[in-house]
DNA sequence: CCGCATCCTTCTTGATACTG
DNA sequence: CAGTATCAAGAAGGATGCGG
């Protein structure tokens, strides 16, 4: 299992086309990550259900080239991704969301409600609880 | 921003009875985390909605004392689960899933099927990408 | 344009010992 | 029993440079 290593990043997760996933690979340990909720939404709402790599980018504000490729990248491996890649010059890159993909974001759509409903109470209750402090 | 401080460990997260919260306060980043849906249905349940902190532990394979304080702290925090401390000897803690907390657990149900329905597509999709490749 | 490599920082979790 | 404190390690995220 190699515990041999001191305790430095990892900065495993790629390598040529086929890169080595997320040690954490379990479906909700995915969307509680920091983008990959955003990324599907954006392709869910774009006409076609794609865009290039360049769209997202510039449509989801933060994220940087190497977080949207990896977050592209698992996506894809997962099969709610499709990658349509063209060989032109420059090349151009394609990202569709595939039908899984249209059903992960379906099946969030009642956590999505539910926080939209209940973030002020939540939020007030954290006020409270931080103000009757240390 | 205190940018001083070089690559080590944080390990903020506590200190005295009001600790400080994780960094990262998003909702879904917290049922993303490890231990904290666990938690919330293991109350869900439980005869009553409550626990105590022991029969917590124990129920739930692997988790640490600290892991399982932080996550009910948390819990404790944004209001969906009430902590009742009876001050005897030994002291003893009970941990009381909320009307919110019950909500939340609701709203994931949808996203619970959609992972039992789906997920052999998604393995199946994993293997298939990592076998095509280096 | 798209994306990989490298380096670095921050966040999250774990192991262990100790206490009211 | 139910925590706190401390140390350590692993994983996620960010900045930057290079290349087909």
């Known amino acids: ?19 080595k996933p997320y040690p954490s690979n379990g479906v909700c340990t995915r969307l ?12 869910s709402v774009a006409p076609g259900r794609r865009l290039r790599f ?3 980018k510039s449509e989801i504000d933060g994220i940087t080239q190497r977080m949207l490729t990896l977050a592209l990248r698992n996506l894809e491996r997962d099969g709610l991704v499709v ?6 010059v420059p090349p151009r890159v394609e990202y569709e969301l595939a039908e899984m993909g ?23 209750s954290r006020r409270a609880y931080d103000d009757a402090g240390p």
Chains 1, 2 share one sequence.
């Open 1 to 19: 299992m190699d515990k041999s290593r001191p305790g430095r990043p990892n900065d495993i997760a790629e390598s040529g086309r086929h890169f």
């Open 32 to 43: 509680g990550d920091k983008w990959t909720v955003q990324v599907l939404w954006r392709l």
């Open 54 to 56: 360049s769209a997202l």
């Open 83 to 88: 990658r349509h890649y063209f060989p032109e």
């Open 102 to 124: 249209a059903g992960i974001l379906s099946a969030l759509e009642g956590l999505n409600f539910w926080i939209q409903d209940n973030l002020p109470r939540i939020e007030e």
